[in-house]
């Protein structure tokens, strides 16, 4: 059973940056398409990117594509969120999750990926 990994969240001032990591220990990262999620308190999880098995196509969420940079590095097995220019809003549990396939799905829903984290703790707060 695929277990992931996430680490890199934490407390910053807005305007800060934090980098989120996901792996996979003991699996090959590289045959799955990875998505990142937060969910805050009394919401829905949403989608916030995905990058698919090559690297080579990503998305993201209207509110943050201009802010979040998805990336991944196969040959050591994780993938990455960089989020710059950090607001309040962005302040909840972020998640990473992995599709059986090599492809991210055309809309970000929960039920496309199979696999999931424990998530780790974004507070954006000055």
């Known amino acids: 059973q695929l277990q992931l990994v996430e680490s890199g969240g934490g407390l910053v001032q807005p305007g800060e940056s934090l980098r989120l990591s996901c792996a996979a220990p003991?699996?090959?990262?590289?045959?799955?398409?990875i998505g990142w999620f937060r969910q805050a308190p009394g919401k829905e999880r949403e989608g916030v990117s995905c990058?698919?098995?090559?690297?080579?196509?990503?998305n993201y969420l209207d509110s943050v594509k201009d802010r979040f940079t998805i990336s991944r590095n196969n040959a050591n097995g994780t993938v990455h969120l960089q989020m710059n220019n950090l607001k309040p809003e962005d302040t909840t549990i972020y998640y990473c999750?992995?599709?059986?396939?090599?492809?991210?799905?055309?809309?970000?829903?929960?039920?496309?990926?199979?696999?999931w984290g424990q998530g780790t703790q974004v507070n954006v707060s000055s």
């Open positions: 003991g699996f090959t990262l590289g045959l799955y398409a």
């Open positions: 999750a992995a599709r059986s396939s090599y492809f991210c799905p055309s809309t970000l829903s929960l039920d496309r990926f199979g696999y």
């Open positions: 990058i698919r098995d090559s690297g080579h196509s990503t």
